[in-house]
Nanobody
Framework: QVQLVESGGGLVQAGGSLRLSCAAS????????MGWFRQAPGKEREVVAV??????SYADSVKGRFTISRDNGKNTVGLQMNSLKPEDTAVYYC?????????????????WGQGTQVTVSS
């Protein structure tokens, strides 16, 4: 049984930082594409950052502020978020898929975490 469990969300003031973590179990972690997505109220789920063997990609809105990292030995993927803005407020989800094809599309992900709330106050 595959499980993805996020942690690290919370409330922070604009300009602050948060670090999200996702612990994975039940899958061959090192071979999976791992992504962070977010969904704000009334909006569609969107890609934030994705990491796969040999590559990383970020949404334009977070480039230079967010950093995705993974530890294949611990089966974890993290998202360091700096210089947070109110528009970063959303529920953040960790997700996993076996193929890197169209990695930016949430519909292609096989497994999802429960999500963690990030709220950035102005």
């Amino acid at each position: 049984q595959v499980q993805l469990v996020e942690s690290g969300g919370g409330l922070v003031q604009a300009g602050g930082s948060l670090r999200l973590s996702c612990a994975a179990s039940g899958l061959s972690f090192s071979s999976y594409v791992m992504g962070w997505f977010r969904q704000a109220p009334g909006k569609e789920r969107e890609v934030v950052a994705v990491n796969w063997s040999g590559g990383t990609s970020y949404a334009d809105s977070v480039k230079g502020r967010f950093t995705i990292s993974r530890d294949n030995g611990k089966n974890t993927v993290g998202l360091q978020m700096n210089s947070l803005k109110p528009e970063d407020t959303a529920v953040y989800y960790c997700a996993a898929r076996s193929s890197v094809y169209r990695y930016y599309n949430p519909s292609g992900y096989d497994y999802w975490g429960q999500g963690t709330q990030v709220t950035v106050s102005s």
